[in-house]
Protein backbone atom coordinates (compact mmCIF):
# COMPACT_ATOMS: atom_id res chain seq x y z
CA UNK A 1 0.00 0.00 0.00
CA UNK A 2 1.40 3.32 -0.90
CA UNK A 3 1.48 6.67 0.97
CA UNK A 4 -0.45 8.04 -0.66
CA UNK A 5 -3.22 5.17 -0.88
CA UNK A 6 -2.64 5.38 3.15
CA UNK A 7 -2.92 8.90 2.90
CA UNK A 8 -6.37 9.10 1.00
CA UNK A 9 -8.25 6.28 3.19
CA UNK A 10 -6.81 8.66 6.21
CA UNK A 11 -8.43 11.94 4.52
CA UNK A 12 -11.74 10.02 3.58
CA UNK A 13 -11.91 8.71 6.87
CA UNK A 14 -11.49 11.79 8.38
CA UNK A 15 -14.43 13.49 6.34
CA UNK A 16 -16.71 10.54 7.50
CA UNK A 17 -15.21 11.17 11.22
CA UNK A 18 -16.21 14.94 11.08
CA UNK A 19 -19.73 14.82 9.17
CA UNK A 20 -22.84 15.16 12.10
CA UNK A 21 -23.92 12.41 13.71
CA UNK A 22 -24.51 11.00 16.96
CA UNK A 23 -21.17 10.78 17.77
CA UNK A 24 -20.41 14.28 17.30
CA UNK A 25 -23.84 15.18 19.02
CA UNK A 26 -23.74 12.84 21.90
CA UNK A 27 -19.76 14.86 22.12
CA UNK A 28 -20.59 18.26 21.79
CA UNK A 29 -23.43 17.65 24.44
CA UNK A 30 -21.03 15.72 27.23
CA UNK A 31 -18.75 18.93 26.89
CA UNK A 32 -21.35 21.34 27.53
CA UNK A 33 -23.04 19.59 30.36
CA UNK A 34 -20.53 17.33 32.47
CA UNK A 35 -17.16 19.11 31.31
CA UNK A 36 -13.73 18.58 29.15
CA UNK A 37 -12.50 15.47 31.27
CA UNK A 38 -15.73 13.56 30.93
CA UNK A 39 -16.36 14.67 27.50
CA UNK A 40 -12.64 13.40 26.91
CA UNK A 41 -12.99 10.03 27.74
CA UNK A 42 -16.52 9.74 25.93
CA UNK A 43 -13.93 10.79 22.67
CA UNK A 44 -11.67 7.91 24.04
CA UNK A 45 -14.96 5.51 23.92
CA UNK A 46 -16.03 7.12 20.23
CA UNK A 47 -12.74 6.04 19.14
CA UNK A 48 -12.33 2.50 20.05
CA UNK A 49 -16.41 1.92 18.99
CA UNK A 50 -15.16 3.26 15.75
CA UNK A 51 -11.64 0.94 15.66
CA UNK A 52 -13.63 -1.92 16.40
CA UNK A 53 -15.90 -1.47 13.30
CA UNK A 54 -12.90 -0.68 11.20
CA UNK A 55 -11.60 -4.33 11.66
CA UNK A 56 -14.21 -5.85 11.65
CA UNK A 57 -14.96 -4.50 8.20
CA UNK A 58 -11.25 -5.46 7.37
CA UNK A 59 -11.84 -9.00 8.67
CA UNK A 60 -14.60 -9.55 6.84
CA UNK A 61 -18.24 -7.93 8.79
CA UNK A 62 -18.89 -6.56 4.97
CA UNK A 63 -18.66 -10.39 3.64
CA UNK A 64 -21.18 -11.42 6.37
CA UNK A 65 -23.91 -8.44 5.87
CA UNK A 66 -23.97 -9.09 2.22
CA UNK A 67 -24.36 -12.66 3.23
CA UNK A 68 -26.81 -12.33 5.93
CA UNK A 69 -28.90 -9.23 5.17
CA UNK A 70 -31.54 -10.02 7.62
CA UNK A 71 -28.60 -9.79 9.82
CA UNK A 72 -27.97 -6.04 8.93
CA UNK A 73 -31.58 -5.26 9.12
CA UNK A 74 -31.91 -6.02 13.07
CA UNK A 75 -28.41 -4.36 13.03
CA UNK A 76 -30.34 -1.18 12.12
CA UNK A 77 -33.46 -1.30 13.61
CA UNK A 78 -31.09 -2.10 17.38
CA UNK A 79 -29.42 1.10 16.46
CA UNK A 80 -32.61 3.11 15.68
CA UNK A 81 -33.75 2.21 18.48
CA UNK A 82 -30.88 3.23 21.04
CA UNK A 83 -30.71 6.64 19.35
CA UNK A 84 -34.60 7.28 19.26
CA UNK A 85 -34.37 5.78 23.32
CA UNK A 86 -32.01 8.50 23.91
CA UNK A 87 -34.04 11.00 22.06
CA UNK A 88 -36.96 10.53 24.25
CA UNK A 89 -34.90 10.92 27.06
CA UNK A 90 -33.34 14.05 26.28
CA UNK A 91 -36.94 15.18 25.56
CA UNK A 92 -38.29 14.02 28.75
CA UNK A 93 -35.74 16.32 30.67
CA UNK A 94 -35.54 19.07 28.61
CA UNK A 95 -37.23 21.34 30.99
CA UNK A 96 -35.38 20.15 34.00
CA UNK A 97 -32.75 23.43 35.28
CA UNK A 98 -29.10 22.58 34.84
CA UNK A 99 -26.34 24.25 37.23
CA UNK A 100 -22.77 24.20 36.52
CA UNK A 101 -21.11 21.54 38.75
CA UNK A 102 -23.97 21.19 40.83
CA UNK A 103 -23.56 17.14 40.69
CA UNK A 104 -20.75 15.65 39.93
CA UNK A 105 -20.31 14.24 35.82
CA UNK A 106 -20.20 10.65 35.46
CA UNK A 107 -17.06 8.74 36.11
CA UNK A 108 -14.29 7.71 33.67
CA UNK A 109 -15.39 4.23 32.62
CA UNK A 110 -18.85 5.61 32.47
CA UNK A 111 -18.18 7.95 30.01
CA UNK A 112 -15.82 5.35 27.63
CA UNK A 113 -18.90 2.66 28.28
CA UNK A 114 -21.25 5.63 26.85
CA UNK A 115 -19.05 6.35 23.79
CA UNK A 116 -18.44 2.76 23.05
CA UNK A 117 -22.23 2.12 22.99
CA UNK A 118 -22.75 5.04 21.19
CA UNK A 119 -20.45 4.70 18.36
CA UNK A 120 -21.13 0.64 18.15
CA UNK A 121 -25.15 1.51 18.01
CA UNK A 122 -24.60 3.36 15.45
CA UNK A 123 -24.70 1.56 11.73
CA UNK A 124 -23.50 4.96 9.96
CA UNK A 125 -19.53 3.71 10.31
CA UNK A 126 -20.33 0.34 10.14
CA UNK A 127 -21.64 0.91 6.87
CA UNK A 128 -19.27 3.52 6.00
CA UNK A 129 -16.46 1.05 6.84
CA UNK A 130 -18.11 -1.64 5.19
CA UNK A 131 -18.44 -0.18 2.32
CA UNK A 132 -16.31 3.10 1.56
CA UNK A 133 -13.16 2.06 4.00
CA UNK A 134 -12.91 -2.02 2.86
CA UNK A 135 -13.15 -0.44 -0.93
CA UNK A 136 -10.16 1.90 -0.59
CA UNK A 137 -7.96 -0.84 1.61
CA UNK A 138 -6.05 -2.75 -0.99
CA UNK A 139 -6.06 -6.87 -0.55
CA UNK A 140 -2.95 -8.31 0.96
CA UNK A 141 -2.02 -4.89 2.99
CA UNK A 142 0.57 -6.38 5.58
CA UNK A 143 -0.66 -6.31 8.78
CA UNK A 144 1.47 -3.45 10.11
CA UNK A 145 0.01 -1.18 7.42
CA UNK A 146 -3.62 -2.57 8.51
CA UNK A 147 -2.58 -2.01 12.24
CA UNK A 148 -1.55 1.84 11.27
CA UNK A 149 -4.80 1.88 9.41
CA UNK A 150 -6.51 0.58 12.71
CA UNK A 151 -4.81 3.32 14.65
CA UNK A 152 -5.09 6.54 12.17
CA UNK A 153 -8.98 6.02 12.82
CA UNK A 154 -8.51 5.92 16.54
CA UNK A 155 -6.77 9.47 16.06
CA UNK A 156 -9.18 10.62 13.99
CA UNK A 157 -12.49 9.76 15.82
CA UNK A 158 -10.86 10.04 19.39
CA UNK A 159 -8.99 14.22 18.16
CA UNK A 160 -11.82 15.47 16.34
CA UNK A 161 -14.50 14.76 19.05
CA UNK A 162 -12.26 15.62 21.72
CA UNK A 163 -11.73 19.50 19.90
CA UNK A 164 -15.68 19.37 19.51
CA UNK A 165 -15.94 18.74 23.80
CA UNK A 166 -13.14 21.06 24.42
CA UNK A 167 -15.41 23.54 22.35
CA UNK A 168 -18.29 22.83 23.91
CA UNK A 169 -16.76 22.69 27.33
CA UNK A 170 -15.76 26.48 26.99
CA UNK A 171 -16.99 28.42 29.49
CA UNK A 172 -19.13 30.87 27.79
CA UNK A 173 -20.28 28.34 25.18
CA UNK A 174 -21.71 26.07 28.86
CA UNK A 175 -22.85 29.34 29.58
CA UNK A 176 -24.92 29.22 26.41
CA UNK A 177 -26.33 25.69 26.64
CA UNK A 178 -27.39 26.45 30.12
CA UNK A 179 -29.36 29.24 29.04
CA UNK A 180 -30.74 27.61 26.81
CA UNK A 181 -30.79 24.03 27.70
CA UNK A 182 -34.75 23.14 26.94
CA UNK A 183 -34.38 24.30 23.67
CA UNK A 184 -30.81 22.74 22.52
CA UNK A 185 -31.86 19.63 24.66
CA UNK A 186 -35.20 19.32 22.27
CA UNK A 187 -32.96 19.97 18.92
CA UNK A 188 -30.39 17.79 20.10
CA UNK A 189 -33.05 15.01 20.48
CA UNK A 190 -34.85 15.77 18.03
CA UNK A 191 -31.75 15.08 15.96
CA UNK A 192 -31.27 11.44 17.47
CA UNK A 193 -34.69 10.44 16.54
CA UNK A 194 -34.13 11.90 13.00
CA UNK A 195 -31.07 10.10 12.57
CA UNK A 196 -33.12 7.06 14.53
CA UNK A 197 -35.56 7.01 12.29
CA UNK A 198 -33.24 7.22 8.94
CA UNK A 199 -31.61 4.22 10.20
CA UNK A 200 -34.79 2.31 10.66
CA UNK A 201 -36.08 2.55 7.04
Avoid: C
Avoid at 90 to 97: T, Y
Avoid at 102 to 120: I, K, M, W
Avoid at 163 to 181: D, H, P, T
Amino acid sequence: MTLAAFLAVWAVHLAAAISPGPAVLMAARTGAVEGRRTGSFLAVGLGIGATFWAAAALFGLSLLFAAAPALLGAFKLAGAAFLIVTAIQMWRHADEALVLDARPPRGALSALRLGVATQLANPKPAIFFGAVFVGLVPPGVPPLMLAALLFVVFLNETLWNMLVVRIFSLEKVRRGYIRLKSILDRVFGGLFALLGIRIAL
